[in-house]
């Protein structure tokens, strides 16, 4: 499967040139023409990686950046106009993962990107921390679960029975597995503890947001699917 790459960059000369020779490469390419555009793709889309101009209309590239990390880990390479180092610092600063001065050799950002992708899947091998659903974010290592950036605050079981749901997306799970799972095997009790735990879980998240995470499959138990 081609990876998908968004570029968001106003001049749309840049643009376009950076789109042929991306497409030439085998990418998929999208582009947004301004900050906030950018983020709302960001948000929605299934991308491997960001070009991300720094100065952009709407919103600059430093607060496109900075907002992204509150919900994403993607690989950013930030394009600045001019050799400033200030705008160096700034940009690695808000969170991009490399920067390419313009005007830049292509050959260069092509580089620059296959070691962002390189290092990406590196890293999801080694840690597979944050487990993401659409705009659901459950950040191991954190202890941390955000929806649409926005932290959800949740208790540890809600935390653990969450976890487990995004561990095993798709895949129906009967209310004995949650228990062996979640509660472990010396748990003494009614099953019916999940059912409490999964409307915690679904007025936190579900009714909160209007989404559809958790569905009940009638007399075996529940699924975790992305249904926004
Ligand atoms: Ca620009």
Redesign the pocket.
């Known amino acids: 499967m081609a990876e998908r790459i968004l570029i968001v ?3 749309s000369r840049i643009a376009r040139f950076l789109e042929l020779e991306l497409k030439h490469e085998g990418y998929e390419v999208e582009i947004a023409s301004d900050g906030r555009s950018g983020l709302e793709r960001i948000k929605d889309g299934d991308f491997s990686l960001v070009i991300l ?4 209309p709407m919103m600059s590239g430093i607060e496109v950046c900075r907002r992204v990390r509150k919900f994403s880990d993607i690989p950013i390479i930030m ?1 600045t ?1 001019k050799d400033d180092i200030s705008d160096k610092v700034t940009g690695l600063d808000s969170g991009a993962d490399d920067y390419v001065t313009k005007p830049f050799a292509i050959e260069e950002l092509l580089a620059r990107i296959r070691v962002a992708l390189k290092r990406k899947a590196a890293k999801k091998e080694n840690n597979e921390d944050t487990i993401t659903c659409g705009k659901l974010v459950l950040s191991k290592m954190q202890h941390r679960v955000t929806y649409d950036g926005e932290e959800i605050p949740l208790s540890k079981k809600e935390y653990d029975l969450l976890l487990y749901f995004m561990e095993n997306k798709g895949i129906v799970l009967d209310r004995e597995k949650l228990i062996e799972n979640v509660w472990g095997y010396d748990f003494i009790g009614d099953t019916n503890v999940t059912d409490v735990y999964v409307r915690y879980l679904r007025s936190k998240i579900d009714q909160k947001y209007g989404v559809s995470f958790i569905r009940t499959i009638r007399g075996v138990g529940y699924i975790f699917e992305h249904q926004e």
Do not use: I, K, P, Q
Not at 53 to 56: A, N, Q, R, V, W
């Open positions: 960059e106003d001049e101009d720094l100065m952009l394009l106009a």
